[in-house]
């Protein structure tokens, strides 16, 4: 006779399976295969390799130095570009070159202020500013308003690692707001005392609803004192934003950001079409942008990757159309953003769109702010240049070291490879990193199968690539040839 069903589920869930020690651990001291297998950019998974975790600080430390002097503080006094690109150097190939990964750090970077020490002043408040990486769906954004209502969204949901660790940004945001706020209705002695607490500990109190709750009780201020400080610094900043549908809910709610848009998506605002059309253009430029500088923000970065999922899909007429809203909303209609001069954009565009782009670009008047002519695109780009062996395997490096023991003698080298070893990899993946780290997945794993002993030599990597097994897929490089929608490229 079978067991109750309940007791069945008790021991299921009392009972942890035991996990066999891994033969990547018994030939190699490696925690698991530290390569991704598919080595595309997934932010919503918790695996390390392909959210953006395991990151090389080196790889691209010329590219991110330059987008730090042309988007966040130059070197001289001019002010930061408005708009630019972020592109491949003609040299570098195509597709699988890191711009979702590079974009990824760009937005950690601009959202925890950490830039090496390249301002010469850390806290210079320029630098306080919120960055959104956002990743647009064939045929889901065509539409402006679903540009935006993607913003909010990725807002509400993204997630950055910064100190004390993994968290998700929206409760960073709300926490800024709440440490600006209590600073206007404390008195100087219990601000000092806050002020003198532990960081993570204050961190914790003000990114917590609930902890931040226990906080207020204790220095006896109600929800409406910080509502009200809210109300006044709104009215300093924009008078007309008090009207905005997004401040009301702000304000309405404990004057927090991620309360007000899970409100929203309740009610079912978030999803409407014909609220966003009407109104979300406004609830970013008089809503959103006066709430994130009352935290005390210079600036919010739109981060938009892979600009051509929303081209290759638009008619023409869908395509001017929204590159006209976003010249208008972003940079000229009267708002509060505009007049702060509070919106960044970066475009990841491939390697081809500029040919396609450049007409419906300058019909619209985009090229006044941003000139995308083939001799003057590079001034307001940023160009991933093309990889070494040096660079990839220093970017390998990375990805071993993750899964390896703090104390393993081999921290810092190729092992479980022979040095050059994995050249031939390198070559036959045209030095693109993501077929690289492709290659070096699938060779460890046969290499583990076979129970090959470190080091695995040159002679082994070049068996397995003659046997053509496991090549990655050859991806097109021109946009031409990416899946599009019945509608041409262009209209010229």
Same mark, same amino acid.
């Given at each position: ?22 033969? /990547? ?305 972003? /940079? ?69 070291? /993750? ?90």
């Amino acid at each position: 006779m079978s067991s109750n069903i309940f007791a069945k589920k008790r021991k299921l869930l009392s009972e942890q399976p035991a996990i066999p020690e891994s033969p /990547y651990f018994t030939l190699y001291r490696l925690r698991e295969n530290p390569f991704p297998s598919m080595a595309l950019f997934v932010s919503a998974t918790n695996d390390p390799r392909t959210n953006g975790e395991i990151y090389d600080r080196e790889f691209r430390l010329e590219e991110e130095k330059r987008f730090f002097e042309r988007f966040v503080l130059p070197p001289t006094t001019d002010k930061p570009l408005p708009i630019g690109f972020l592109r491949l150097d003609p040299q570098a190939g195509g597709r699988g070159n890191g711009k979702s990964t590079f974009l990824h750090h760009v937005m950690v970077r601009v959202n925890t202020a950490s830039w090496r020490d390249w301002p010469v002043d850390p806290d210079d408040p320029r630098l306080s500013a919120v960055a959104i990486h956002l990743l647009p769906e064939p045929r889901k954004q065509n539409n402006f308003f679903e540009l935006l209502r993607l913003l909010f969204n990725t807002l509400y949901r993204a997630e950055i690692s910064s100190p004390p660790g993994r968290r998700r940004l929206v409760h960073k945001i709300d926490g800024e707001i709440r440490a600006s706020l209590l600073l206007d209705v404390l008195p100087e002695e219990k601000a000092e005392e806050l002020s003198a607490r532990p960081a993570a500990e204050v961190v914790a109190d003000l990114e917590s609803p609930d902890l931040f709750a226990v906080l207020l009780k204790g220095l006896g201020i109600g929800p409406r004192i910080l509502a009200d400080a809210a109300r006044k610094r709104l009215q300093a900043t924009s008078q007309s934003s008090l009207d905005n549908d997004f401040v009301k809910g702000f304000l309405a709610n404990g004057a927090s950001i991620e309360a007000v848009w899970r409100e929203w998506l309740g009610n079912g605002w978030a999803a409407s079409d014909h609220r966003w059309k009407r109104s979300g253009a406004r609830w970013l430029t008089d809503g959103l942008v006066p709430v994130l500088m009352i935290a005390g923000y210079r600036r919010l970065f739109v981060l938009l990757d892979e600009f051509e999922k929303i081209y290759i899909y638009q008619t023409g007429r869908k395509r001017e159309e929204f590159l006209d809203l976003l010249r208008q909303v972003f /940079y000229e209609q009267d708002s509060a953003a505009v007049r702060m001069q509070f919106l960044t954009t970066v475009l990841s565009i491939h390697p081809s769109i500029e040919t396609y782009l450049k007409n419906p670009w300058a019909r619209v008047g985009l090229h006044q702010l941003a000139p995308i002519a083939p001799d003057e695109i590079k001034r307001i780009s940023v160009e991933l240049g093309k990889s070494t062996p040096e660079r990839l395997t220093h970017l390998l490096v990375t990805y071993l070291d /993750y899964f390896r023991a703090e104390d393993d003698p081999d921290r810092g080298t190729i092992y479980p490879f022979a040095p050059g070893a994995l050249d031939p990899a390198m070559l036959k993946a045209r030095l693109y990193p993501r077929d690289t780290l492709r290659y070096a997945h699938a060779i460890l794993r046969k290499a583990t199968s076979d129970g090959v002993p470190a080091p695995i030599d040159l002679a082994y990597v070049k068996q397995f690539l003659a046997s053509g097994a496991e090549a990655p897929p050859e991806e097109e490089d021109e946009i031409s040839a990416l899946t599009a929608s019945h509608t041409k490229l262009s209209d010229d």
